[in-house]
Nanobody
Framework: QVQLAESGGGLVHTGDSLTLSCAAPGRAGLAMGWFRQAPGKEREFVAAINWSGHSTYYADSAKGRFTCSRDNAKNTMYLTMNTLKPEDTAVYYC?????????????????????WGQGTQVTVSS
């Protein structure tokens, strides 16, 4: 499988918005998701989306502020982040299930069962 590739990270201020993209060739029929890892912390789940984009699931920290979407025609998944906070500062990773098409395939899968991108840094200054 072609590697996943995130883009769109950067330095923003508290309250700003930012949209991350994940180029995901060949994953149109598979569930995908976003994770993040802050300095000194373990990687944590952020959001997941099913193969069609009609069903999503979010971590409590993302509910109401982040929106996960996808455009299968463009082989791309997005994470739109609004009202960003300093605690959102992290490296953001996209992930794809190798076989599953529901968001449970992301949320419940061991990390070793997912394909990963290299990550993109998001820094939110106060």
């Amino acid at each position: 499988q072609v590697q996943l590739a995130e883009s769109g990270g950067g330095l923003v201020h508290t309250g700003d918005s930012l949209t991350l993209s994940c180029a995901a060739p060949g994953r149109a029929g598979l569930a995908m998701g976003w994770f993040r890892q802050a300095p000194g912390k373990e990687r944590e789940f952020v959001a997941a989306i099913n193969w069609s984009g009609h069903s999503t699931y979010y971590a409590d920290s993302a509910k109401g502020r982040f929106t996960c979407s996808r455009d299968n025609a463009k082989n791309t998944m997005y994470l739109t982040m609004n009202t960003l906070k300093p605690e959102d500062t992290a490296v953001y990773y996209c992930a794809a299930s190798r076989t599953g098409n529901t968001f449970g395939s992301i949320v419940q899968a061991p990390p070793s069962n997912l394909d990963w991108g290299q990550g993109t840094q998001v820094t939110v200054s106060s």
